[in-house]
């Protein structure tokens, strides 16, 4: 189907998926990009609609999704409306909410509480993904994982692994009743993470950019654990020391 107008009720629709309360009303949210659209024609059944430029590059990636993919193209007008970013890459899907529950079990797990810029979630997703990490829970506070700014920083991880949206306090006694130790981030106080032992199984709470940890949350951890600061810096972007202890605390195979 070819689109030419903004005015079309399509392209109404696609507009409502940039806020929160849209996609959720929905139940499907929308992409930007072809590295990201090729990642998830991998996962074909999350693919509800795909959107291309006329007479773009892209027009051979149509057949890469299954028969329930519907494929729009629309005029460079429409993409633009439609895009979130300034510099439209001419090729868009809508796709569905993956599964957003798991069964708590062993493995590696990154915990999130009130994790607020979309940079940092997606970061903290895609360096997740390349540890190999079983799954990334987002506890009350978190930014929207669906997020566009969200969605563009993962590069595609969002569809490799589960993103789960849960009570941290009750995910917590899940991982202490399967023995899972949890270590939570804190600035001042409790041990070096130089001194864990690498293991297989644990899960590590990174807090909100401002406030770190909740009084809550840290109460319910096995350990409380930094990163030491050597220079001048007050301290380092939650990102950052997401990625150096998801690497640093996990085994090597």
Request: with cysteine; glycine share 8%; charged share 25%.
């Amino acid at each position: 189907m070819h689109i030419e107008s903004v005015k079309n009720s399509k392209v109404k629709e696609w507009k409502k998926l940039h806020t929160k309360r849209g996609r959720a009303k929905s139940g499907t949210f929308m992409i930007e990009g072809p590295h990201i659209v090729e990642e998830a024609s991998r996962q074909g059944s999350l693919v509800k609609e795909v959107i291309m430029l006329e007479e773009s590059d892209h027009s051979n990636m149509a057949d890469a999704f299954n028969e329930k993919a519907r494929v729009f193209t629309v005029t460079e007008k429409v993409m633009k409306e439609i895009s979130d970013t300034e510099t439209p890459q001419g090729i868009a899907a809508i796709c569905t909410f993956p599964d957003e529950t798991i069964k708590v079990q062993k493995g590696k797990f990154i915990l999130l509480d009130s994790i607020q810029d979309p940079g940092n979630l997606g970061t903290i997703i895609r360096t997740a993904d390349a540890a190999g990490y079983d799954a990334v829970i987002l506890g009350d506070g978190c930014v929207d994982p669906y997020n566009s700014k969200v969605l563009r920083s993962t590069q595609g991880s969002i569809f490799h692994l589960p993103i789960v949206k849960a009570n941290l306090e009750e995910f917590i006694k899940q991982l202490k009743e399967k023995q899972i130790p949890v270590y939570a981030t804190e600035v001042n106080g409790g041990r070096s993470y130089t001194s864990l032992e690498k293991q297989d199984t644990f899960a590590i709470v990174m807090g909100n950019e401002a406030n770190g940890v909740s009084k809550q949350v840290l109460q319910l951890a096995d350990e409380r654990i930094y990163i030491p600061i050597f220079g001048e810096a007050e301290s380092l972007n939650v990102s950052i020391a997401a990625g150096i202890l998801m690497y640093q605390l996990r085994a090597q195979h």
